[in-house]
């Protein structure tokens, strides 16, 4: 029997760099990337299945009617959601499949899938977050401020999170990570099976003994 | 302010190797081995406060009446305890205390202290344990027997047990067990200092704003 994967929820401030962080984990081929559903269009580089699954309006709205989508949000008038199949699919055959998500959508998924590991990611200091945000060049002074005062008002509940992880050195960061599945793979809650497998192998050995 | 260490409970089947496991944690420096109190004479090699504190029968019932030991038995005329003063001082210096025991002590204690991290070894089949013991050639088969029997009743409550960890190879026992304080460390339930840091941080950054 395939010992189940494990759902790991990626979350962590703005700027903390959660993408270099789970990219550095997906090529170490240990994990699988769950793939996100969108009614969105694809952009010329973007494949079916690779960075989003494309779908209709009408073929999304049918997935949350039948309850298909692990969690999803209405973002500029296209849908985003996680399918449950891609996921459940790949826990199955023992893949530890990694979610990023914001902390709402991370504690919603967590009373759905109560083994599920929730990760938060962050920089050593705050003032960390604020000077990567301004390497990037990409945002506005303006937005970097909005995105600080939304980080601010998430740290409050970063103890929602099992795990919190510090983000200072990369290959370091991505070791924890790795720690910390290996460490759940040993959980007791885990392992019923390798349990019930050693009591039958007891019966086996004492047999007329016991 | 140092972080506190961890209080790590080591249980195993007689056979799985306890010992060299703990012996070889030991090794790496990263860990302090807890030393219990006794009340029998020491024997020749024997240093007091290297393999354990022999203190006197009054000294040791007044420990008991004043709840200065962890947990405590008493085995062949002789008391066996855990001095609680060894075990706290070190951990507020941030040392990780392990404490090798058997399952019952062991259960006891993460009702006190329920961060404790409590790990179970075992090898990965039942008849390695036979296997194990019949190689170390110190015990009659009768004794081995024995053993075997208490190891089933045993099996049953593993599962109280946070972590098992499979005693295959030493080397990735070792690896296993590190993982596993690793991954602790970034519990988000032992890093309530560093949430409050952080808020101090972001309210120090957007003061004036928030």
């Known amino acids: 029997m395939i010992k ?35 009614t969105r269009k694809p952009r010329e580089y973007e494949q079916h299945g ?5 779908d209709s309006r009408d073929e999304f709205e049918r997935m949350i009617k039948d309850n298909e ?13 996680t399918p449950k199949k891609f996921v459940e699919s790949n ?15 991370a504690i919603d998924i967590k009373s759905q899938y109560e083994d599920a590991v929730l990760i938060f990611i962050t920089t050593p200091k705050v003032t960390d977050l604020k000077k990567r945000l301004e390497k990037r060049g990409t945002e ?3 937005i970097i401020n909005k995105r600080l005062k939304r980080s601010y008002e ?6 929602k999170y099992d795990y919190i992880v510090i983000n200072d050195d990369l290959e370091e960061c991505v070791e924890d990570i ?13 392992n019923i099976t390798l349990k019930q497998k050693l009591i039958g192998e007891f019966e086996e050995l004492l047999k007329g003994e016991i």
Chains 1, 2 share one sequence.
């Open 4 to 38: 189940k994967g494990i759902l790991i929820i990626i979350s962590g401030f703005s700027g903390a760099g959660k993408g270099t962080v789970v990219k550095e984990l997906l090529s170490k081929g240990d994990y699988v990337l769950s793939i996100s559903s969108t």
């Open 178 to 190: 790795h720690s910390i599945i290996n460490a759940e793979n040993k959980a007791a809650a885990r």
């Open 50 to 54: 690779r960075e989003y699954f494309f």
């Open 154 to 159: 998430e740290v409050n509940i970063i103890d």
């Open 140 to 142: 506005s002074s303006d």
């Open 69 to 81: 989508l692990i969690e999803w949000a209405s973002y500029c008038d296209n849908y985003y959601g």
């Open 91 to 105: 826990l199955e055959q023992g893949k530890n499949v990694i979610l990023e998500i914001e902390m709402q959508g």
